[in-house]
């Protein structure tokens, strides 16, 4: 039985967790830079530890590692030689799986929610390119090449021991292919893919949502699918597309309902400042059984997510 199935053949949702690097930067983190938060795996670890207990106990039932954009390229332009780097893309796993252990040691925190697991985060070539391109998928590999791409940092998360893959703000339909391909030289592994969407029927690079939906259903290694990193407010739309093409769990973590410029690197608030935690109950009911938040998320909004899930 896969992770995902396991939790929800008892629980009713599973909850996320929230942005790592909304609260590394709260923490006061500098993270302007091409590795993200992957920056402070080097500088800060306990930092990144402290952030997925602050999650465990607000009501997280997974924690999403501090690996997207955590690559062996990415680290070598800083410096590092390759052992280095996948000592460093380990380590993201590590800290996780610590902090979970750790946390669910306290019997206080054991009531009404499943051990939580462990993610590890898989960003999109995009990510890597830190140029926004997830956001568009206007990439330039083909399936072969992405295959290439993903294969290494795949084996590098498997092998440091996480409960789970989470392919996460995939633009194009091409990138999901290439990951199912990598997963199936680990028969025994699986993954959830979410979508980065740019409006209510579409991912990033224009495919319907529905058609991702479609081909997905048919891959028994990936074990939900949804979307990440989007507005709150298509949200609802995009879980129906996806409920009539599959019957896999529905994943939702959208942004908290502000946008990012790239261009002046700033947040801008383009919904109502609650919006993310007054729609979760309906994202629910539309049909997602795995929901929590991305950029701009915080501990306060999964601790509201788990105030109306743990009824």
């Known amino acids: 039985m896969n992770p995902i199935e396991k939790i929800l053949s008892n629980f009713p949702i599973m909850i996320i967790d929230g942005a790592m690097a909304t609260e590394l930067e709260n923490h006061g983190c500098n993270l302007n830079d091409r590795l993200w938060s992957a920056k402070i795996l080097m500088e800060n670890p306990d930092l990144i530890k402290q952030v997925h207990t602050d999650y465990f106990k607000a009501g997280a039932d997974c924690a999403i590692t501090a690996s997207y954009q955590a690559t062996i390229e990415g680290y070598r332009e800083k410096g590092l030689n390759e052992e280095e780097a996948v000592d460093l893309i380990k380590k993201s796993v590590v800290i996780a799986t610590k902090a979970r252990d750790e946390f669910w040691t306290d019997i206080e925190y054991q009531n009404n929610r499943p051990k939580p697991l462990v993610a590890a985060s898989v960003g999109p070539y995009g990510a890597f390119l830190a140029d926004g391109s997830e956001y568009r998928g206007n990439y330039s590999l083909n399936e072969d090449e992405l295959v290439e791409f993903h294969r290494e940092r795949i084996k590098i998360l498997i092998e440091a021991?996480?409960?789970?893959?989470?392919?996460?703000?995939?633009?194009?339909?091409?990138?999901?292919?290439?990951?199912?391909?990598v997963?199936?030289?680990?028969?025994?592994?699986?993954?959830?893919?979410?979508?980065?969407?740019?409006?209510?029927?579409?991912i990033s690079d224009g495919e319907k949502i529905a058609d991702c939906a479609k081909w997905i259903d048919g891959?028994?290694?990936?074990?939900?699918?949804?979307i990440n990193c989007s507005a709150p407010n298509i949200i609802e739309s995009l879980i129906k597309e996806i409920k009539d093409q599959t019957t896999k769990p529905i994943i939702v973590y959208p942004n908290s309902g502000e946008e990012y410029d790239a261009t002046n690197k700033q947040w801008k608030e383009i919904a109502p400042s609650n919006q993310f935690t007054t729609s979760t109950q309906r994202w629910y009911k539309a049909g997602a059984n795995i929901i929590g938040g991305c950029c701009r998320t915080?501990?306060?909004?999964?601790?509201?997510?788990?105030?109306?899930?743990?009824?």
């Open 161 to 181: 021991g996480a409960d789970i893959l989470a392919c996460e703000t995939i633009p194009c339909l091409i990138e999901a292919k290439a990951i199912t391909r």
């Open 183 to 202: 997963l199936k030289e680990f028969p025994d592994v699986y993954a959830w893919i979410s979508f980065s969407a740019k409006d209510e029927l579409h």
């Open 219 to 226: 891959e028994k290694q990936i074990a939900a699918i949804g």
């Open 298 to 311: 915080t501990p306060e909004d999964i601790r509201a997510i788990s105030a109306w899930a743990r009824k």
